[in-house]
């Protein structure tokens, strides 16, 4: 089917793959996590398939307690902090973007905003920020905190940190450096402006000793589900990665999150709904069906004991087994709502036992798993874009590096005959090859519409 929209494509990488235990198989790369020579060929392999952004997720904490042998199983503790190796993969790659994930929590918005504005000169204006506000509650240990702050009011301070790190962007107007020789006039200072913000949950002076971006701000990418989450999103995200296990349920965000936008001024293309799928690629059905079964059973009974008691936090398991239903979650949480409404929700419509349950979250912890041939995954993609449950997708490969080379290899190709996909990239910048508008220099549209008045 030849369409004009094109649908975008992010790699959510995690080291050596998705599935929980996907360090195990014997074709992921073991060590991926401290590897930059396995980050750097996957980063290229995603390049060459054409994909819009490498995405890491991150979190400022290691949770290291609870059961010891489902924690020495997990191979997934140890990895990058991400800008620091996304400065690394912008010098070996030309036009793949970075989302790049750091907290408004846990972080200040001046270092924050600096280390954005820096990835984004270091790669020529592909620097994406992916805003959290953290879910993990282990995190405050680390920053001095007694108790994780309360979701509602992480939400707030997380919509004032965002306004804070666009202003500190846009310090400089693109046009402030002069650099003239002759002159001995570096730069023009009515275009240096500072930020002297004062409000509920920071203060910060500025300016911002970076120049302004190339593309004026980094993408900015947001992935909450919840109803703060949604709000903030509406107002400030330009990228949403989200997770839906139904073409209803993606179609139902799709329309209320779009829906949203115009009491902010803003139109349904300013911002790229993209999903997350866990994709089992297979030259045939029963191939990939044969992939997906070979994973499960790398599982060990520990880890999957694991993964339950982290989904049912307080709730004693000792008289279950996992071939028992299973039960409903705890509700109230302060860690992360949308996540915990996603397995909800499964577990409601579909009645697993505690063992499909630990299936359902050990492949994509809620996203989609799609299992089959290019042409079959194919379809289930086109199916979701087509009827506007989603602008593009998050691929989550389940190991790496395989995952990745056969989606490229296999699904890419299928894309681009249905016009899908894009055959070459459309420009240099991550927002050119989305098709985000660059924002104005606050300052420089202030006194534009100030002489035209």
Partial sequence: MTTLRKLRLGAFVQATGHHIAAWRHPDAQIDAGLNLKHYQAITRTAERGLFDAIFLADSPSLEATGNPDALKRNGKLAKFEPVTLFASLAAVTEHIGFVATASTTYEQPYTLARKFASLDWLSDGRAAWNVVTTGNENAA????????????????????????VKGLWDSWEDDAFIRDRESGIYFD??????????GKHLKVRGPLNVGRPPQGHPVIVQAGASEDGRELAAKTAEVIFTAWQTREEAQAFYADVKGRLPKYGRRPDELLIMPGVFPVVGRTDEEAQ?????????IHPDTAWGILKTRYKGVDLSGYSLDDPA?????????????????????????????????????????????????????????????????????????????????VELVVPELQRRGLFRTE?????????????????????????????
Avoid: C
Avoid at 290 to 298: D, V
């Fill in 141 to 164: 240990g680390n920053f001095g905190y007694d108790a994780h702050p309360d979701h509602a009011e992480r939400y707030e301070r997380a919509e004032e940190f965002v306004d804070v």
């Fill in 189 to 198: 200072p009515d275009k240096l402006h500072t930020l002297n913000h004062s």
């Fill in 290 to 298: 044969e992939k997906y079964e070979f994973l499960q059973s790398l």
């Fill in 327 to 407: 039960p409903l979650p705890p509700t109230d949480t302060n860690g992360g709502k949308s996540r915990l409404l996603l397995v909800t929700d499964l577990i409601a419509r579909e009645q697993p036992t505690l063992r499909q349950l630990v299936y359902a979250v050990a492949t994509a912890r809620g996203h989609r798993t799609i299992v089959g041939s290019p042409t079959s995954i194919t379809d289930q993609l086109e199916d979701w874009f087509v009827h506007h449950a989603a602008d593009g997708f998050n691929i989550m490969p389940p190991i790496l590096p395989t995952g990745l080379d056969d989606f």
């Fill in 425 to 453: 990239y459309e420009g240099r910048t991550l927002r050119e090859n989305l098709g985000l508008a660059r924002p104005e220099n606050r300052h420089a549209l202030a006194r534009r519409q100030s002489l035209a008045a």
